[in-house]
């Protein structure tokens, strides 16, 4: 089994930046990918960034030029650096990991921007 613990989320202000962190730990093998999603309250979960094994990465429109996903392969973490935040950046900030054919997600963390 592989259990994700998300960090970093808060309150900014617009124009701010936030760092989230994700480690996966537990029976971590064969990682195909790594990725954060994110939730805004009424909308359905939706894709911000992912990243492979070897350090691909790809990110959503609404979020390129702005947000950097970045990983510690020795440590299974991955990261999101946020800047230039929005309000519509305001949503619940999933982790998820690709093992196996397995998706693991963690239990989410709360990004709020404010005006």
């Known amino acids: 089994q592989v259990h994700l613990m998300e960090s970093g989320g808060g309150l900014v202000q617009a124009g701010g930046s936030l760092r989230l962190s994700c480690a996966a730990s537990?029976?971590?093998?064969?990682?195909?990918?790594m990725a954060w999603y994110r939730q805004a309250p009424g909308k359905q979960r939706e894709f911000v960034a992912t990243?492979?094994?070897?350090?691909?990465?790809n990110y959503a429109d609404s979020v390129k030029g702005r947000f950097t996903i970045s990983r510690d392969n020795a440590k299974n973490t991955v990261f999101l650096q946020m800047n230039s935040l929005k309000q519509e950046d305001t949503a619940v900030y999933y982790c998820?990991?690709?093992?196996?054919?397995?998706?693991?997600w963690g239990q989410g963390t709360q990004v709020t921007v404010s005006s």
């Open positions: 537990g029976s971590v093998f064969s990682i195909s990918g």
């Open positions: 990243i492979t094994s070897g350090g691909m990465t």
């Open positions: 998820w990991l690709g093992s196996r054919g397995v998706n693991y």
